[in-house]
């Protein structure tokens, strides 16, 4: 089992492997924490989740390494609008970060680290570009990265710098300029903001130049793979290769996977467009932690996604039907032994699942065979011809399918639990949908009193009560299923 992956750099798909023999070291731009992360930096931090899971998958042992950006322009000026330190303004919205990976199931990277944290690590590079005569510092303080030092830039994004002007600068974090400019690697203290003095000035150093720092402190000058969205490709990324290499003359990461971006209803989403969406907003609309993680990574990371209410709602029944199946197979009593056309239908998806995977994360193409599996071997326990050899056989699939997708597990009502939490306590109870506060009230206990309830209401054939409590769980989103196993039930 490899991994042949689109190499932003080298134009082609590459095979990922550890050059040390040992770890991946692999590192991945993470949120800039001065709010909360929308349904695009999601779509991102999940696509490299699904890459993470399957070189896990594939037996790979990896060095995975994720910076907290807790300093910039936008926290800097916030924070100081809120008259609060910049960590008392940064540090709910990493935790908030933090919550929602867990929400969505995202695996934590072996080291996470915060930029203000590695001050030290950034002013020593600056240092180091200056004696290669890369840096320089202007009048007031700041130091500006000289482009013109490094005639590779432009080789990961393949712009056309030809136009760029020698020179010119720029200072703000985040730009989407066509001509590159020479860029802030660390910028002087304006009156009353948050500084650090250092040898290099009082200040406080660019964006850039983070991940260049940290990527370098916990994995080396050279490591394997680079990942981000597809708008840091340039010139976040650009910049990023520009301050290291000018630095050690040798390859910063082999290898770069850029996510692309998603569209909301065909339109780029956007705060004014009425679009945009936090992971908090779709669990308050009463989407489920599982259905969204699903709807983002079922479209493989290098196409754009088209994300649509329609999209969670066929997310859930998916999953719906992945649960119950796996319910009814794990519960289910078969007879021993084994049907060889099942453990040829198991053994062919399970081939095919970890193609798609291998071929450079095909989500959309490994979901399919398991779909087929399912289908295939519900009509097999229909005909009483599944045996018990056959579902040991298909419970290891779905469980390598899970290793990957990670929702069979049912912690969608904690999620929600949670995001209801949250809003309550950040006045937000008004976004809550009006169905939710009615589900949330019930327990799982709660329900299975009332099933058993109704079950003995039917057996006394007092079917005016089975009904009237079947009604009342219906009003509640918990739908009953009647089967010759006895009573399920499930949330809508
Ligand atoms: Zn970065």
């Known amino acids: 089992m490899t991994l042949r992956l689109f190499n932003t750099l080298s134009g082609q798909l590459d095979q990922i492997f550890a050059e040390d023999g040992k770890a991946l070291r692999m590192y991945a731009c993470g949120p800039t924490v001065y709010d909360f992360g929308h349904i695009g930096n999601f779509r991102t931090f999940l696509q490299i989740d699904v890459l993470r899971r ?51 199931r995202i695996q934590h990277p072996e080291q996470i680290a915060r930029a203000t944290e590695h001050i030290d690590r950034m002013v020593e590079l600056i240092q180091n570009l200056a004696a290669a005569g890369a840096a320089y510092q202007t009048e007031d303080g700041s130091w500006y990265f000289r482009l013109s030092a490094f005639p590779a830039y432009g080789k990961l994004s393949k712009k056309d710098l030809s136009g760029m002007e020698d020179g010119a600068r720029v200072d703000v974090d985040e730009y989407e300029k066509d001509s590159a400019r020479d860029f802030a690697l660390w910028k002087a203290a304006k009156p009353g903001e948050t500084s650090w003095d250092t040898a290099i000035g009082n200040g406080r150093p660019g964006w850039h130049i983070e991940c260049s720092a940290m990527a370098m402190e916990y994995l080396g000058e050279s490591f394997d793979l680079h990942a981000g969205g597809e708008d840091l490709m340039f010139p976040h990324h650009e910049n990023e290769i520009a301050q290291s290499e000018t630095v050690t003359h040798k390859p910063f990461a082999r290898h770069w996977m850029h996510v692309r971006f998603l569209l909301v209803d065909g339109r780029k989403m956007s705060k004014s467009e009425g679009n945009f969406y936090t992971l908090r907003d779709l669990l308050l609309k009463g989407y489920k932690a599982s259905a969204i993680r699903m709807a983002l990574i079922s479209v493989p990371y290098r196409h754009q996604l088209n994300f649509t209410f329609d999209g969670l709602v066929d997310a859930t029944s998916a999953i719906e039907r992945i649960r119950t199946f796996k319910k009814r197979l794990a519960s289910g009593s078969f007879a021993a032994g084994e049907n060889p056309a099942l453990q040829e239908a198991a053994k062919n998806a399970q081939a095919e699942y970890i193609a798609a995977l291998s071929n450079d994360l095909n989500t959309a193409e490994a979901r399919a065979p398991i779909f087929d599996l399912i289908r295939t071997a519900n009509t097999a326990i229909d005909q009483s011809q599944l045996l018990a050899g056959d579902r040991d056989a298909i419970l290891a699939v779905l469980a390598s399918f899970d290793a990957v997708f990670d929702v069979i597990e049912d912690n969608d009502a904690e999620a929600t639990r949670r995001a209801l939490e949250w809003a309550e306590k950040a006045g937000k109870l008004a976004d809550v949908a009006p169905e939710l506060f009615a589900r949330q009230g019930l327990t799982d206990e709660a329900i299975d009193a009332l099933v058993a309830e109704r079950t003995a209401a039917k057996k006394q054939r007092n079917f005016a009560r089975a009904d009237q409590i079947r009604n009342e769980l219906a009003e509640k989103g918990i739908i009953l299923e009647d089967s010759k196993d006895g009573v399920r039930w499930k949330r809508k």
């Open 54 to 104: 399957f070189l896990l998958l594939t037996g790979m042992q990896l060095r995975h390494v994720m910076n907290i950006t807790d300093v910039d322009d936008k926290i800097i000026r916030n924070s100081a609008a809120a008259g609060v330190s910049l960590r008392e303004y940064s540090a709910p919205f990493e935790q908030a970060f933090l919550d929602d990976l867990d929400t969505l």
